[in-house]
């Protein structure tokens, strides 16, 4: 296993399009999150997996934002009618949960940088 | 709400300095995580530690220690003997568990930037 894998590594689009980006987390993990950072920022949290359950969104996930993890595996994130605000790196990240349900950390990807001309 | 600060926004060192990166946290949980992540220009968060909130003991590692001072809210990152290779944003995150999935969002603060310069 590689890690958490994320692709396209870059996109650019034009304001109005849409645009999906992908996850693979790592396989035995069960809980993935997406996050979204911006230039100077620390990440922040949008959205989070458990299996293929969307447990929690974020005030962030506007409804032009969607996530999916149909099989409880991979996951999709896209994007409606792009602005120029959304531009960002929106990364992703998985983790197992062990005896009592603790994370025992989070593996992130290599992230998606989103650019909205 | 929980916040992470990270009042340094950019350090530089010449090589083969000391740097310590500082992290101040605030929380009403009593359980709770405290990471530190670097990011290379690459991009990818690299994990490097890990502590919950009952175990004060600091931690070092090669050349990588960490303050953490419950009484001070704080969780330090000291790196002895910089190198080039140092040079990224470093990253401090707190984790406590919300709801009733009992999963832990991640509260990251704003980074510091390190410059190693040779």
């Known amino acids: 296993d590689t890690g958490v894998s994320q692709d396209p590594r870059h996109k650019i689009t034009k304001r109005g399009q849409n645009v999906t980006f992908r996850c693979d987390p790592i396989s035995e993990h069960n809980r993935l999150y997406w996050y979204r950072q911006t230039l100077g920022q620390g990440p922040e949290f949008l959205t989070y997996f458990q299996n293929e359950a969307q447990l929690e969104k974020s005030r962030l996930l506007s409804d032009r934002f969607s996530a999916e993890r149909p099989k409880g595996s991979f996951s999709t994130l896209e994007i409606q009618r792009t602005e120029q605000g959304d531009s960002a790196m929106y990364l992703c990240a998985s983790s197992s949960t062990r005896d009592r349900g603790v994370d025992y950390g989070y593996t992130f990807g290599s992230g998606t940088r989103l650019t909205v001309v | ?118």
């Open chain 2, 1 to 118: 709400a929980q916040k992470v600060t990270q009042a340094q926004t950019e350090i530089s060192v010449v090589e083969k300095e000391d740097v310590t990166l500082d992290c101040v946290y605030e929380t009403r949980d009593t359980t709770y995580y405290l990471f530190w992540y670097k990011q290379p220009p690459s991009g990818e968060l690299v994990f490097l530690i890990r502590r919950n909130s009952f175990d004060e003991q600091n931690e070092i590692s090669g050349r990588y220690s960490w303050n953490f001072q419950k009484s001070t809210s704080s969780f330090n990152f000291t790196i002895t003997a910089s190198q080039v290779v140092d040079s990224a944003v470093y990253f401090c995150a707190l984790s406590e568990k919300r709801g009733d999935t009992g999963r832990r969002a991640l509260t990251f603060g704003s980074g510091t930037r390190l410059q190693v310069q040779p």
